[in-house]
């Protein structure tokens, strides 16, 4: 069947078999590897991306039920010299280690951030549920995003 | 992943006309529960017929005393309506962020979880489940382990909730999976009292013994000493038959303290 997407701003119209997981669309046709496949049960959250605006994990959406939408991967809100306002604070505050559920944190935490106000810190680690981090390096993560928060708020995105 | 063909209807007629001609078909809403299970091989349907595209499923009014949810609206979407302080609280504490951007009311009540948080509102609340065929009353809605008064092809279109004067939902999550291990909710509505009552049995119930008890004397003590019948209760890893008994009482009673 034909699914039409947009990611990251730009339409793909791709030919995909039925029962297509939308991760493997962006990972083995689209080449955006920045979206990682952990435990592929519905768990661990590295596989979380935007669609229509909202954090969901990737493995756990069919190809067709993303169709006609528009999906954010990691690799499309910033760039090496000019990273997002959660990339640069997961940079500064140390909040990556081996960095395999680092996209789907960062990819949490912007839609967390973006739909709350006046997030502490244990509103942050229940925010971030539905991401595990097998490093064990929660704390620094929450600090990460708690950082984050306040520059996204300056004006960030 | 078993090969199926994938459809997404636009109306509800043509939704139950896919499943009539399907040689096993499965409707898909959310997809929280039946995307986990495709993956592990553990349901093949030949047809898998997406509800999204129909119009007119989602969404939450409000008229008079009853709430009126769309059966493809989202867990995110309620626990963020105010309608119903305490159907808000029980949506927002779902799964996990990524699974309430999804999963819906219509999937969750369909699918009978045992462990799942609405049936106990459905129970609690007073509520219709409206089909594409008829409108069934919510204590009738539940039957067995996965297994409701839905027949073969009927769509959830929409359910409806009183509003009730006061509410609470208690629920003791399994701390991995958020599941509820058991979860109450303890409703007042006209004098009435309800409890309904999820991860105990094989499905969703109102606890009628409690329910008396409160009625006669609305206080977190009036449950002591109300005998609560394990016999078909659920056993597994997570916890006993009697464990679970017990659970109910503790959670009704923090229910009954947040109420007074």
């Known amino acids: 069947m034909n699914v039409t997407l947009t990611v990251n701003g730009t339409e793909h119209t791709l030919d995909v078999p039925d029962n297509t997981l939308l991760v493997d669309v962006l990972r083995g046709q689209l080449g955006l590897t920045g979206t990682h496949v952990g435990c592929d049960t519905s768990q661990c959250g590295a596989c979380v991306v935007h669609l229509n605006g909202d954090a969901v994990k990737s493995c756990t959406v069919l190809a067709g039920q993303a169709d006609g939408a528009a999906v954010t991967t990691i690799e499309g809100i910033g760039s090496p010299d000019d990273l997002h306002p959660m990339q640069a604070a997961f940079r500064d505050n140390h909040a990556l280690q081996c960095g395999f559920c680092t996209p789907g944190m960062i990819m949490s935490a912007i839609d967390l951030v973006q739909k709350s106000e006046g997030l502490d810190e244990q509103a942050v680690r229940e925010g971030l549920e539905g991401n595990l981090c097998r490093c064990t390096g929660y704390h620094n993560i929450v600090k990460a995003v708690l950082a984050a928060q306040q520059n996204m708020a300056q004006g960030g995105n | ?260």
Not at chain 2, 33 to 53: F, W, Y
Not at chain 2, 204 to 225: K, Q, V
Not at chain 2, 240 to 258: P, Q
């Open chain 2, 1 to 260: 992943m078993y090969a199926f063909n994938y459809h997404k209807p636009a109306s509800l007629e043509e939704a139950a006309e896919l499943m009539a001609n399907a040689d096993d078909g499965a409707y898909l809403s959310g997809g929280m529960t039946l995307i986990p299970t495709l993956k592990q091989r553990l349901a093949s349907p030949s047809d898998v017929i997406d509800l999204s595209g129909i119009e007119g499923l989602s969404g939450l009014s409000l008229d008079g005393n009853r709430l009126h949810v769309g059966a493809m609206t989202r867990h995110a979407d309620v626990a963020a309506s105010t309608a119903i302080p305490a159907l808000a609280d029980l949506a927002g504490r779902i799964g996990d962020a990524h699974v309430r951007n999804r999963g819906t009311l219509g999937g969750s009540i369909a699918n009978s979880d045992p462990a799942a948080d609405y049936p106990a509102a459905v129970a609690a609340l007073d509520a219709t489940v409206h089909t594409n065929k008829r409108s069934i009353a919510g204590g009738e809605f539940f039957t067995g382990l996965f297994e409701t008064a839905l027949a073969e092809g009927e769509i959830v279109k929409s359910v409806d909730f009183c509003v009730p004067d006061s509410a609470a939902y208690e629920k003791f999550p399994n701390p991995a999976s958020r599941y509820a291990v058991v979860g109450v909710m303890v409703a007042r509505c006209a004098d009435a009292v309800c409890v309904g009552v999820t991860g105990a049995g094989a499905c969703a119930f109102r606890a009628t013994a409690l329910e008396e008890a409160l009625s006669a004397d609305f206080t977190p003590g009036a449950t002591d000493g109300v005998a609560i019948d394990d016999g078909d209760f659920n056993a597994d890893l997570h916890a006993s038959a009697e464990y679970r008994a017990h659970l109910v009482a503790v959670l009704t009673k923090r229910a009954v303290a947040r109420l007074i």
